[in-house]
């Protein structure tokens, strides 16, 4: 609410803009308008994306690499060929992230060149976005988006206000009211503009969409004549007259186009006028806008105007003019000072636990690599001093000291042995994981009209199998977020409006004189209080003519639309007040006063006059049930009260969301005096938030008690059967919400989060000593070795015990930890139920509730642990009790935490996550859900009525809670085997061709003389190996959707890593190892006479590497194909069409003479295919390695099968046992 004010000194924490004085908006510095969100420009984006590029440590690895290779005489491979791998990963990066930033420069210059207009020199003329700067006045027409941060000067709606929608902000797409200071309204064309004097003082830029604080000061002067001035005397300050009202959406003529028909003479005269007033402005302190002098006659009465700017004053870049044919704005933050802008922080990067685990290979392998190069070198030293010394065919091999020849074999085989480290992953990691995101957000599964899910990162893909905890909101995420008005108490009678719809309103506005005159007016009292204290705006829709109501708050919405079904219908928002129709009699409601909701008042209430703005000043106020009572007045009978929380608590155990509403008369001078403490705290611009809380608190208070209402939001579709679904495949399900107890306790057991066969053990305390109680109460019962746990600690705490004694109690107390925390997943122990305790913390006890549905049961058979806390508990346990806390909450299958705020929730999140060391994912649909969203390991936003400040904050974001199940355990599950499978079989692939070059390093006197051609090892990874594992990490699956989703405990494996962890990892390694040997050390003993071509001929190394080499891709591709679960035809084309290009490759290599000054491979091929030794050879070690991987898993299926296997096998059972049936009744349809 603005009003007039003093004008105050200048802070120097405040800015200051000035209409019409663009030199002097310009000497202030502000930013241009030019938004640019680009990494990179074209002169940086080749260094800028080479030092990101070499943050990767597997980067600089290999560029390290590359330049040992380039030493001359170093490198035992042709040079170019340790280049091109780091060139194409490079390459590949760098092309990866010039898409990205070109999208975001083409969504730069679109919104840096849309067209505006801005009154400049007189007219509006068209500018582009990016060069409105900061004191311009702009115009902005229906439809268009706002282009900077706009002070709302005077619109085409009723007395300056205007709706804006906020979707690219904050998500709401329900329209928003804004209004102008009331100093500017009349300010609404081109000529009055050009005569503005305003200065406006306001906030530095920020990142708070709903916050903003300043004031304006706007010069009026009067022709007077035979009078003094009034600036004087120190009379009062007049108020100006104002023009002649326009009707909605007319306007004026002499705007936009007409102003340019402004003579120089007017000109002139408004830069004289100008000049003027910039002499009078000294004259005033701080302000700058001076009064008026002295003297009679003809002159100028020069006066301000003040008031003070909050957000509902501001027009956010971004947000776009809805159902206002126009507005003037006046530019406050521009460019990199707008909101938006503030807002535009990117998200800090989550690494998966595969990332963490890939990077430890990666270290393990760079350290057996830096062993096995100093032993070489090493050897190496030992050949030269016992062989090379004295063999005189080696002259050139001793040239150098020992320590020389050290140093140059250890960088020899430093680049020899790079191919340890498959460069090729980290690239194939990255398409795997994009083309897994894709096939989400293709999945027909998680679409919900017409809103499919959303992948905002990949790399998070492999983490959603390992989720353990599920924190999520309860209304919006387990619930449709659809109100529906139901039930009410008025005066401690129940009316339900889903039987008897429109009842109420029929008895408040009825003559029957059986009806008392008290209930009828607490009737229609309380039908008031709905119809008049809210934010909604109505809206005709423009197609069908129906009175549509909008609102941020879907409750707010049911109110009114119930309200107008009982009679009483809200018609019109505008300055002068709320336009009604109650009974058929059309009337204005003034608001007065508005007390705003939020967060820590969690109520909201508005100042008008009873019978249509004629009668006594009267406050309407609803709120939660917890903050209403305590601002009740003792006149409120005990039995209405007593009815009233009755009801709250019947409401509350059907799942059903209430207020509660109250009135208070006003006098007329207190209302008079608080409003004008009210307008100081308002127009403060230290504190003001708080100041108006305070303020707030004098006025609320006293309240009568008119009744309650209960509204009913809908569990989602397949709620149930998800939350059974996730229990029953080990997970954790947390609901945190702000709800009452009750509330949330029937929500629970509704969507089978909790059954009759759970142990509910509730903490509801009203001290923290008293929850500290209560939380080693249940410690005792319900967590193994809880008596040990509590003494151990006790006795640390006091500090009396001896250093070792000390020690000794603390390493008794990890190893009992530890052993609860693995307890966790082998289930607790429960003792019989007994009631439920008051909400209020009166009492203690525990309880199981009774609901419907079956109990999903715990993760051993044994009864299930639910715990059920409040926030003030909450607070309590996180501050005082925090060990004992996570201790209790490890041994509870699930929790309900309520009445909490967005910071508790968060708070909960990092406390599980951190002590627990296991991978959380929280779930939510709202604004308040967004600190718990980025806290968690893994976060999802419902695309959900409360628009999409979730979704854009989260992860991952799908329509509803339903499609998390899918998400989790079909899309989640597939995308860790396959990443997990890539990484081992990576290793595996290259280890084999380097322990088979470890191995000739013995044959050849450790002098780093390589086995294979430097192009062949080249495209080795790069081409011929390179699409099994791509399609492999894409497309595979290890047992059907149908039976994951039939079988939850196929999920639960995944929870350690068992499919990445380092026992596989030693597993692959293992195979390497058998696999090379059983290939290198038969075929070199054939080559001991070096006549293996058929004429007598000698082969050579590049013979014998070349015919390695071949197996070893063979090998190498066919074990893909054992490894392979689901059999596509892709997973054919990629294995045979890989060898396939290997041998054309080859072929055409080995004919020609030389390829890069390289001649070794001359005729090679041709040679090797004539030879029909080559032929045997192949076949048996082909066939004798696979057939030590076709033993292994025949051994580890037979009597170590998995999950999953065991899942495959009754799938097969069941196909043989349907297959019998039919048979049989097709050969004896009698007997069946």
Request: charge should be negative; proline fraction near 3%; include cysteine.
């Amino acid at each position: 609410m603005d009003t007039e004010e003093e004008a105050p000194q200048k802070t120097s924490t405040f800015l200051d803009l000035r209409a019409n004085e663009a030199a002097f908006n310009a000497s202030q510095g502000f930013p241009s308008n030019y938004i640019r969100t680009t990494k990179y420009t074209i002169l940086t984006f080749l260094p800028l994306n080479l030092w990101e590029q070499f943050h990767r440590l597997s980067n600089v690895y290999f560029l390290v690499s590359m330049i040992v290779a380039l030493i001359p005489g170093v490198s035992p491979i042709f040079p170019i060929t340790s280049i091109l791998p780091l060139v194409f990963v490079l390459t590949v990066g760098a092309i990866k992230d010039a898409v990205e930033d070109h999208g975001r420069y083409k969504a730069d210059r679109a919104a840096n060149s849309v067209p505006m207009y801005v009154l400049r020199g007189g007219v509006l003329e068209q500018v582009r976005t990016q060069d409105v700067t900061s004191g311009d006045i702009v115009f902005v027409e229906k439809g268009q988006v706002f282009p900077a941060d706009l002070l709302l000067l005077s619109s085409s709606g009723r007395e300056g206000q205007c709706y804006v929608e906020t979707s690219n902000l904050d998500g709401e797409t329900n329209l928003k009211l804004r209004q102008a200071a009331h100093v500017t309204v009349e300010y609404d064309n081109v000529e009055k503009l050009n005569r503005l004097k305003m200065r406006v003082e306001f906030e530095e830029p920020n990142e708070h969409l709903h916050e903003f604080k300043g004031r304006i000061s706007v010069q009026v002067s009067e022709v007077v004549s035979g009078h003094p001035l009034p600036g004087s005397a120190g009379g009062p300050v007049g108020e100006g007259t104002k023009g002649e009202e326009k009707k909605e959406g007319e306007k004026d003529p002499s705007a936009a186009g007409d102003s340019s028909e402004h003579t120089s003479e007017s000109a002139e005269g408004h830069g004289e006028h100008k000049r003027s007033f910039r002499r009078r402005r000294s004259s005033r302190k701080g302000l700058g806008m001076g009064g008026g002098g002295e003297g009679e006659g003809e002159g100028e009465n020069i006066h301000e105007k003040h008031a003070s700017l909050n957000e509902t004053h501001l027009l956010l870049r971004g947000s776009s003019l809805r159902n206002t044919k126009w507005v003037y704005g006046f530019a406050l933050y521009t460019g990199t000072d707008t909101k938006i802008f503030k807002n535009l922080k990117p998200k800090a990067h989550k690494f998966s636990a595969l990332e963490h685990r890939l990077n430890q290979f990666v270290l393990f392998i760079f350290v057996l690599q830096q062993i096995a190069c100093i032993f070489c070198s090493g050897m190496s030293v030992w050949f030269q001093k016992k062989t090379a010394r004295d063999s005189f065919y080696l002259e050139g091999y001793n040239d150098y000291n020992d320590w020389e020849l050290f140093v140059r074999n250890f960088l020899t085989f430093f680049v020899l042995f790079n191919v340890m480290i498959p460069i090729s992953l980290f690239v194939s990691l990255e398409l795997v994981r994009v083309a897994q995101a894709l096939f989400m957000m293709w999945d027909d599964e998680m679409r919900h009209r017409g809103k499919r899910m959303i992948a905002k990162t990949s790399s998070l893909n492999d983490e959603l199998a390992r989720i353990e905890w599920v924190f999520s909101d309860k209304t919006g995420t387990l619930t449709e977020n659809i109100m529906e008005f139901v039930k009410c108490s008025v005066i401690g009678h129940v009316h339900n409006e889903t039987t008897c719809p429109g009842q109420l309103g029929q008895l408040a506005l009825s003559q029957d004189s059986r009806i008392g005159k008290n209930t009828r007016d607490m009737m229609h009292d309380f039908l008031l209080c709905m119809l008049l204290c809210h934010d909604v705006v109505p809206e005709v829709d423009a197609s069908s003519g129906v009175l549509l109501y909008e609102s941020q708050s879907p409750d707010e919405t049911a109110l009114t639309e119930a309200a107008r079904a009982n009679g009483y219908e809200l018609l019109q928002r505008s300055a002068e007040g709320l336009h009604v129709r109650i009974g058929g009699r059309e009337m204005l409601y003034p608001v007065l006063a508005k007390l705003e909701f939020n967060a820590d008042r969690k109520r909201m209430s508005i100042v008008t006059r009873e019978n249509g703005g004629h009668g006594r000043l009267v406050l309407y106020t609803k709120g939660a049930d917890s903050i209403m009572y305590e601002r009740l007045s003792g006149e409120n009978t005990d039995y209405v009260k007593n009815e009233v929380d009755d009801n709250l608590g019947m409401f509350a155990r059907e799942g059903l969301r209430t207020l509660v509403l109250g009135k208070r008369y006003l006098k007329e001078k207190e209302f008079h005096s608080w409003l004008k403490r009210f307008h100081e705290a308002e127009s403060s611009l230290e504190d003001r938030k708080m100041k108006v809380d305070a303020v707030c608190e004098q006025l609320e208070h006293s309240l009568t008690l008119l009744g309650c209402t209960a509204i009913e939001d809908k569990l989602q579709p397949e709620v149930p059967e998800t939350i059974h679904y996730l229990l029953e495949a080990g997970v954790s399900v947390w609901v945190l919400t702000g709800d009452k107890r009750e509330t949330a306790v029937n929500i629970a057991f509704s969507s089978k989060l909790l059954d009759s066969s759970t142990k509910v053990i509730h903490v509801a305390a009203k001290t923290s000593a008293e929850c500290g109680e209560q939380i080693r109460k249940y410690i005792r019962e319900f967590v193994p070795n809880g008596d040990s746990i509590l003494s151990l600690r006790e006795e640390i705490a006091k500090g009396y015990l001896d250093r070792s004694e000390l020690k000794r109690k603390k390493r008794l107390l990890e190893h009992l930890l530890k052993q609860n925390s693995q307890h966790v997943k082998e289930g607790t122990k429960v003792h019989e139920s007994s009631s439920l305790p008051p909400e209020d913390g009166s009492g203690s006890g525990s309880g199981s509730g009774s609901g419907s549905g079956s109990g999903s049961g715990s993760r051993n058979g044994n009864a299930r642990v639910g715990l059920v806390i409040n926030g003030v508990s909450l607070q309590y346990a996180l501050e005082d009790h925090l060990d004992d806390f996570v201790e209790l909450s490890l041994a509870c299958h699930c929790a309900i935490c309520c009445r909490i705020t967005p910071l508790q929730k968060a708070l909960v999140v990092h406390l599980v996550e951190k002590r627990t060391n296991k991978i959380g994912l929280a779930i939510g649909d709202g604004a308040n859900d967004v600190s718990m969203i980025q806290e968690a390991k893994v976060g999802i936003g419902i695309i959900g009525v409360e628009g999409t400040q979730a979704a854009r904050a989260s992860d991952y974001a799908i329509p509803q809670f339903r499609h998390l199940r899918r998400l989790l355990m079909v899309h989640g599950r597939y995308s860790y085997l396959r990443s997990g499978d890539l990484i081992l079989y990576s290793f595996y692939k290259n280890m084999i061709v380097m322990f088979c070059q470890l191995f000739y390093t013995f044959y050849n006197g450790f002098t780093g003389q390589t086995l294979f051609d430097s192009w062949i090892l080249l495209f080795y990874n790069m081409v011929f190996t390179a699409l099994p594992p791509l399609i492999l990490g894409i497309f595979e699956k290890d047992c059907p959707e149908e039976e994951i989703d039939r079988y939850p405990q196929v999920y639960r494996r995944y929870h350690d890593g068992v499919t990445c962890n380092w026992l596989q990892f030693w597993k692959y390694m293992g195979f390497s190892l058998v696999h090379s040997a059983l290939v290198f050390f038969p075929l070199v003993s054939l080559f001991d006479e070096d006549a293996f071509v058929s004429n007598g001929r000698t082969s050579g190394i590049w013979f014998q590497g070349t015919m390695i080499v071949t197996i070893l891709i063979s090998i190498a591709l066919l074990k893909n194909g054992i490894d392979t679960r689901s059999w596509t035809i892709l997973n054919h084309i990629g294995i045979w069409g890989s060898f396939a290009t290997y041998l054309g490759f080859l072929y055409w290599y080995s004919s020609l003479p030389s390829l890069m000054a390289q001649g070794n491979m001359y005729f090679i091929v041709q040679v090797m295919f004539s030879t029909p030794k080559f032929y045997m050879i192949f076949v048996l070690c082909v066939v004798g390695v696979l057939l030590v991987d076709m033993i292994y898993k025949y051994i580890q299926w037979q009597f170590f099968p998995v999950d999953w296997q065991l899942v495959l096998e009754k799938l097969e059972l069941a196909k043989e046992s349907k297959k019998t049936r039919e048979s049989l009744e097709s050969s004896h349809p009698s007997v069946i």
